[in-house]
């Protein structure tokens, strides 16, 4: 008698029983997570272009400002004339709050990296941890 090398119909369902139940558990478990994921990336990124606003002002020596809306922000030039030229402007990913205690919404960095007024953006979901990025008059940013 000859040794068959295909698969069962048995085996076939089992393999594909085993991978419905284990898709059916990571499935609810991921979509835990990926709120945390993505809230922080959003921070990350937030701080890097916070850093970029910074290091573009200490070597063009003209002041820039991060400008924070309800659901993105730009960064801006400000020429010594003081007129504004807009550089960029990213948006938020639409699930995040955002909220800053900085005036007028506005981190402006002189030419030597400092800014104006101290303060903290937070971003957040609706039920989750909130995550705060804190500024200090020296320019030094802390997660």
Known sequence: MKKSKSLSLIEIIVVVAIISGVTAITIPAYSKIRPIYELSGQKKSLISNIRQAQENAVTTQNRHKIKINNNSYDLIKINDDTSEALVWTKNFSPDINVETNFLDSEIIFQSDGSITH????????????????????????KE
């Open 118 to 141: 101290s303060g903290e953006i937070s971003l957040g979901f609706h039920n989750s941890n909130w995550k705060k990025i804190s500024i200090n008059t020296i320019g030094n940013i």
